[in-house]
Every structure is written in C-alpha cells, then in structure tokens.
C-alpha cells in the first residue's frame, strides 16, 4: 500500500491530507464483517469525539474528514484522510 502524505495552508489555517492506495474505508468494513470475529472498533469513533470535545473546551474549530477515492471510472482508489486545523 502506498501512502502519501502532504500539508498546505487554507487562509489562516492548515491542510493535513493523507492518502493511501488500497481498497478504501467501506470495502475494509465491509470485508472485516465478513472475515473476522465480531467486534466494535472504537478507534476512529474516539477520535472524532475527541476533535468534537476539544472544539467545544477551547472554542476552535477542527475538522476531520475520512473519503473512499475512487477513479473516473467509478473504481475503488483508496481513502484520504483530511485535517484542518
């Protein structure tokens, strides 16, 4: 799996995007439920009520968003993970 990873400013605030080549957010779900023993993950969950919990307390404003990639053509091409912070 490939990774890539880059920064950029947007007006005052940074970019952190994060991208990688494999079969995206969904489809590892997806697969996960039917190849694995039951189980919840709470890693991403705790993270996003984390960023939500730090917004409230000191009144800021960071954004976390998780996309499936895909092609022009409608293929799976990977996850990005963005942060603004």
């Known amino acids: 799996m490939e ?3 880059k920064h950029s400013q947007k007006g005052e ?4 995007s994060i ?14 439920e ?3 023993e039951p189980h919840e993950s709470r890693g991403t969950k705790i993270i996003f009520q984390r960023i939500e919990a730090y917004n409230k ?3 800021k404003n960071i954004r976390a968003e ?3 990639l895909h092609t022009e053509t409608g293929n799976k091409s990977g996850t990005r993970v963005e942060i603004e912070i």
């Open 57 to 59: 307390f000191f009144r």
């Open 34 to 36: 039917a190849h694995r």
């Open 19 to 32: 991208e990688d080549n494999g079969i995206g957010m969904k489809e590892a779900i997806e697969w996960n």
């Open 66 to 68: 998780i996309q499936d």
């Open 13 to 16: 605030n940074l970019l952190i």
């Open 3 to 5: 990774r890539l990873h």
